[in-house]
């Protein structure tokens, strides 16, 4: 039934791995369901029914011991702190229930879904469980798909460009079957390999809706001239606006809107503190018969982003890590003692802590043709003592070499981060000879064919002091190329924008987001398909807007990226996939479309003593670890008696 | 007088509407508007939300339309979705960044941001008065070096660094909680004793540090202007005649030296609103100053404009009443004829 992990593993793993991973086999069985302290107060009242009704009929029972995890016990409040109100919309990354997800070896596996029928990624059947409910008590079924597909996504009105991007191939949308009430089916005509590994993104594309609860606010299901009235009474044009405002799953910020996370918001914004309280209807139970999530109530003070690390430093934070980074490790561990906390440090998953990205679209035409010379990239990359800057600026715990994926990756090699990342400066000085760019004295600048000196202005957003500092020392390397580079620190919508256009030269920035990918994730950020991409902004803009804007792609070598993350689209099977990934990341080695220096910045974790089932040692990202979502938090729990104590009400 | 007051509101009138187009016009000076850096932001995290998108919600919420006309529907000049409502209407405007009427946004923070600056006005003067008669009465004597030493630590010392180091320290000795102005277990509770308390010990440290520059500077000012009027004749008649020096003193130089603290009362109102924003900042107080810079930042138009325009009509307002207070308390001064 549950076919596609099993096609995924059997590409990746052993069959012995097999058969404890494949949730049929392994599934635990639960005697009996116990009833939550928390909520026994108002079963008994009658205001919410007993935990055996509550949960499907066939909830997600976590084998913990399996995992290496404690069976925990249900109870207590978790304190964290926000930069703004608006942050607390991140808790829907970090509590991770998804249609399908990934768990913590990045496979792909039903979550809120029972299971998924996958037909050589073109036609994808979803399995409800049956009895599964909306944080409101309201059954989930599948009218919640179709209210999303047929009164959403294809409403004009609503979504006027069609159904999100990644639904649709070659610009076709897939059919879309009811099948029965507990079952639907997307099916393309071509695979469609993004549908699963979107749906198990940080950001949910929500393809179902809280139908029950919407349907109050969309025309098609209520008076339009009344929800117009509403509308303009909050400075909106129509019905749509209101419509899109109310449904905004990824906000977190109407505790009236449905969810089927673990916690669901119960404050109303603005506040300064929120509260959010278990879903009572949550679907995942562990193997004792206790519904998860084991903490009762998540809460978010919101707090100057600058006093985030001293109030951790005073204990007033009992899980903390967004808003975090390496240069507050010192702070943190100075409280360790006297607050009761400790500060686990784990791994960024980014390709590089700070690249360097020529502007392949660069409007000058000296520099854009000097960026266009893979032997220009390659003598830059050589340029730089990338074990100094790893001294510098991670306390020589980084991973020194090129902006690529990291070990621990399926699809990591050691030359995809070796490759042209040597630092030997006598090379670099040979290769920009080569190129023409002489020198008129010894010890001086090369010079631009045009006549003026060979002077980079690297462009960076202004908030990251950090990534300043390593140009600083990146520009004492180059000098010895003969080569001046001058740091113009700004606002990062300026940046954008001077990028879009080509007005820089070159910029820096991190590099890749997801440097721990599997072979199913897709290829996006190595192929010319974003304007986002600072290396070729313009061949981006004509990829999105399909022509209308940018610059056709003109450079063999990237079109060889274009044509690999074609191939990557269009196919189902993992080897064609993995070999790809494997090709277009020699690619990037080869020809630097960035420039990487050292990766794996340490990032803290501040968790208070007696907070169980937190990962010692694990990657923290956006993708693919969803922050900390795929680390489950809803399996954390307190292990100090006093901190379970009934929350005051 | 009452031809002198029409005058000056016509005037007040008209420089609030140029101020308000320059707020405005300056608001919408940097590239984009708040929907695009919303959706740049989305695409930062993977979500690739399309071009097209973007332009149906920058439609909806009528960022499409020419900037003087968003400035007259924001004014209430020109009919909006909604027919005329705007700031002349009464109607404040739309945050997006909180998808809630500025009126809401604001209305808490607009009260804790008077009392904290309330505070530090008060500290201010408590502090600053007696300090400065004291070392104008005795000059050069130590106490005077004292206080002038103190007031220039007080003018240069930097009012963010000072705020870490306070707020630092009085968690460890105090156990007060870091930021905001009361303990976070208080927020959303009913205003009862304990959390009175508890405002009232989180307000120790921002009066004192925000209080600190205003202190040091008016114990400077103060000094100066009473040390003129001592030397005056008609201090040392009053004395000469048996007056009592405390007596003497207050009663003539003291009220004297306390003009140019009257003409001043109209920089002080806009600074009980938007004053602080710095500390505040670092505090994390939940007071405007925050709320107007993130404002500024995330170009939430509306929001950012409403605060700037209050903090000018506070401006303007308060430059009318210390001009009629002055008048009113200085015989010296006439109003609207030139004094010859």
Redesign the interface.
């Known amino acids: 039934m549950i076919e596609h992990p099993v096609r995924l593993l059997a590409a990746l793993l052993s069959l012995t791995l097999i058969a404890i991973l494949n949730p049929l086999h392994a599934s635990p069985s639960v005697a009996a369901f116990k009833e939550t302290p928390f909520f026994a107060d108002r079963v008994a009242r009658g205001d919410l029914p007993p935990i055996g009704e509550r949960l499907p009929a066939k909830p997600l029972v976590v084998d913990l011991e399996a995992r290496g995890r404690k069976i925990g016990i249900q109870g207590g409040d978790v304190i964290s702190i926000v930069a703004r109100a608006r942050d607390i919309r991140y808790i829907s990354a970090n509590g991770y229930a998804r249609l399908v997800g990934y768990d913590q070896d990045f496979m792909l596996k039903p979550d809120i879904l029972e299971a998924i029928d996958e037909q050589d990624e073109r036609i994808f059947t979803f399995h409800i469980r049956p009895g599964h409910r909306w944080s409101d008590g309201a059954p989930f079924t599948a009218e919640d798909f179709r209210f999303f597909w047929q009164d959403v996504a294809n409403n004009p009105a609503l979504m006027p460009s069609g159904p999100p991007e990644f639904m649709l191939v070659n610009g076709k949308p897939p059919r879309f079957e009811v099948i029965d009430p507990l079952t639907v089916r997307y099916s393309w005509d071509q695979p469609n390999p993004r549908f699963l590994p979107q749906l198990a993104n940080p950001l949910d594309p929500f393809i179902y809706r809280p139908a029950h609860y919407l349907k109050q606010f969309h025309a098609s299901f209520a008076d339009e001239a009344k929800l117009n009235d509403l509308a303009r009474s909050k400075k909106l044009k129509s019905w749509a606006g209101l419509y899109n405002r109310i449904d905004s799953m990824n906000e977190v910020s109407d505790p009236d809107l449905p969810t089927l996370q673990p916690w669901r918001l119960v404050t109303s914004p603005p506040a300064n503190r929120f509260y959010f309280e278990r879903n009572p209807f949550y679907h995942r139970v562990d193997t004792a018969g206790q519904q998860l999530p084991y903490i009762d109530r998540v809460i978010f003070d919101v707090a100057a982003a600058g006093l985030m690390a001293a109030k951790a430093n005073a204990g007033e934070a009992d899980l903390l890590f967004r808003g975090l980074n390496m240069s507050d490790i010192p702070i943190l561990k100075e409280g360790e003692q006297a607050k009761g906390y400790h500060t686990l440090l784990w791994r960024n998953a980014r390709g590089s802590e700070l690249a360097l990205f020529p502007n392949l679209n660069c409007s000058d035409p000296v520099f854009r043709k000097l960026n266009r010379d893979p032997r220009f990239r390659r003598a830059l990359s050589l340029g730089i003592d990338r074990e100094t800057l790893n001294m510098a600026l991670l306390f020589g715990l980084g991973a020194e070499g090129n902006n690529t994926v990291l070990a621990g990756s399926p699809l990591y090699r050691e030359e995809f981060r070796t490759t042209n990342a040597q630092f030997n400066p006598d090379e670099a000085n040979r290769l920009l000879d080569e190129i023409g760019l002489n020198r008129i004295y010894e010890d001086g600048l090369r010079q631009l064919p045009d006549g003026r000196n060979l002077e980079i202005t690297v462009e960076l957003d202004g908030d990251n002091m950090v990534m300043a500092d390593g140009l600083t020392l990146i520009a004492e390397f180059w000098r010895d190329l003969g080569i001046r580079l001058i740091v113009k620190p700004q606002d990062r919508a300026i940046l954008n924008n001077r990028t879009y256009s080509g007005q820089t030269i070159m910029s820096a920035s991190h590099g890749l987001d997801n440097a721990i990918p599997t072979p199913i994730m897709p290829p996006t950020e190595l192929a010319p398909m974003w304007q986002d991409n600072l290396s070729w902004p313009k061949w981006g803009q004509y990829v999105e807007t399909r022509g209308s804007s940018g610059e056709p792609i003109d450079i063999p070598a990237a079109q060889e990226l274009a044509r690999l993350y074609a191939e990557w689209l269009a196919t189902s099977d993992k080897e064609i996939q993995t070999r790809v990934w494997l090709q277009m990341l020699m690619n990037h080695a080869e020809n630097q479309w960035s420039i990487g220096t050292v990766a794996g910045a340490l990032h803290p974790i501040v968790v208070k003593d007696g907070l169980a089932n937190v990962p010692q040692n694990a990657f923290y990202s956006w993708l693919p670890t969803s922050l900390i979502g795929i680390y489950r938090s809803d399996e954390f729990f307190w292990t100090i008696p006093e901190r379970r104590g009934a929350p005051k009400q | 007088m009452i031809g002198f007051l029409l005058r000056r509101i016509v005037t007040m009138a008209v420089s609030l509407l140029i101020i308000s187009a320059l707020v405005f016009f300056i608001i919408k000076l ?3 508007d708040f929907l695009s ?1 919303q959706i ?1 932001e ?7 939300a ?4 973007a ?3 920058i ?4 960022l499409d339309s020419p900037i003087w006309e968003q400035y007259l529907v924001w004014l209430g000049a020109w009919p ?3 027919g005329f409502s705007g700031l002349l209407q009464g109607d404040w ?2 945050s997006f ?4 009427p500025v009126r ?2 604001i209305g ?1 923070a607009l009260w804790l941001t008077l009392a904290v600056n309330l505070a530090a006005v008060i500290f201010v003067h408590v502090v600053a008065i007696p300090i400065a008669i004291y070392s104008a009465t005795r000059q050069y004597s130590f106490g005077d070096y004292a206080a002038t030493l103190f007031g220039y630590i007080g003018l240069a010392m930097p009012s963010f660094l000072l705020a ?1 180091i306070l ?2 320290y009085s ?1 460890r000795w105090f156990g007060i ?4 102005l009361y303990d ?1 277990d208080f ?2 509770a009913p205003w009862d004793w304990p959390k009175v308390k508890s405002l009232l010990s989180h307000l120790v440290v921002p009066t004192v540090v925000i209080g600190l520059g205003g202190t040091a500077a008016m114990i400077r000012r103060m000094r100066a202007n009473l040390l003129d009027e001592l030397n005056k004749q008609y201090y040392v008649t009053a004395k000469a005649k048996g007056m009592p020096p405390t007596r003497a003193l207050l009663k003539y130089p003291f009220r004297m030296s306390l003009n140019p603290f009257i003409a001043d009362i109209g920089n002080l109102l806009p600074h009980l609103v938007s004053g602080s924003v710095l500390v505040s ?4 107080l ?1 007071t405007v100053g ?1 709320i107007l810079l ?1 404002a500024l930042l995330k170009q939430d138009q509306y929001l950012a404009g409403f605060i700037l325009l209050f903090t000018a009509c506070l401006t303007v307002f308060g430059m009318l009443i210390s001009d009629l207070m002055l008048a009113w308390l200085d015989p010296r001064i006439r109003l609207g004829r030139r004094s010859r």
């Open positions: 940097p590239p984009g850096n740049a989305l695409r930062a995290q993977g979500e690739g399309s071009a097209e998108k332009a149906f919600l439609k909806e919420y009528g909006g979705p909604n405007g739309w960044e909180y998808e809630r809401e946004v808490d870490l707020l630092f968690n909680s870091i930021g905001g976070p927020y959303g900042l670092v505090l994390s939940p925050p993130a």
